[in-house]
């Protein structure tokens, strides 16, 4: 079931647009969602925030989060604190300086973890996180995020044993869009 008012708050922030889009995997779209517009408006943030706090309630679990870096690490902040839970930030490469970590933040070993996203279109950089997370010792089989473009990444997640849940989808989302957008 779509989150009205978080489409509303989508809508208002004008973090969708409408176009010629090129997409991070390569691909190409006549819509876009603006993480970056969404993930930087305190209204947005804290439906979203919301959002993913009655999810993860409703799976009864006292799991750690996980926010692919970049993108998902205001999502993942924000979460923690309306719930409370700790969280840790999965990098897309270890870093050359410092700790040299891949995975920042307290992960104890064999620790369940949900990570969090915020727009799934192949679901690839999620699938690398639970890699990483995997390897760090975590057990990893959920991966939430804000808007699933509904093109591959439950397919793609479901290969790597992860189960996608979002908290709307493009057919939500695009419901009223105009007659040349595909959801």
Same mark, same amino acid.
Request: proline share 3%; net charge negative.
């Given at each position: ?48 925030? *919301? #959002?993913? !706090?009655? %999810?993860? +309630?409703?799976?009864?679990? $006292?799991?750690? /989060?996980?926010? &692919? ?59 690398? *996180? #639970?890699? !990483?997370? %995997?390897? +760090?010792?975590?057990?990893? $089989?959920?991966? /939430?995020?804000? &808007? ?36």
């Amino acid at each position: 079931m779509a989150n009205d008012d978080l489409i509303a708050a989508l809508r208002d922030a004008d973090a969708v647009k409408f176009g010629e889009f090129e997409l991070s995997h390569g691909g190409t779209s006549n819509y876009y969602v603006d993480k970056y517009v969404f993930e930087t408006d305190p209204d947005c943030l804290a439906h979203i925030a *919301a #959002a993913f !706090a009655e %999810r993860i +309630a409703e799976w009864d679990t $006292d799991a750690t /989060l996980a926010g &692919v870096a970049l993108g998902a690490v205001p999502l993942v902040a924000v979460t923690s604190v309306e719930t409370g839970i700790p969280y840790v930030i999965a990098r897309k490469q270890a870093k050359e300086y410092g700790t040299g970590n891949r995975i920042e933040g307290d992960l104890p070993d064999g620790e369940e973890v949900i990570i969090l996203e915020d727009i799934a279109t192949t679901g690839q950089s999620a699938v690398d *996180a #639970a890699e !990483a997370l %995997r390897e +760090a010792g975590a057990v990893v $089989d959920r991966v /939430l995020v804000v &808007v699933d473009r509904e093109e591959g990444a439950r397919e793609n997640l479901a290969d790597h044993d992860l189960e996608l849940a979002s908290l709307v989808t493009a057919s939500d989302l695009l419901a009223d869009a105009p007659d040349d957008v595909d959801a």
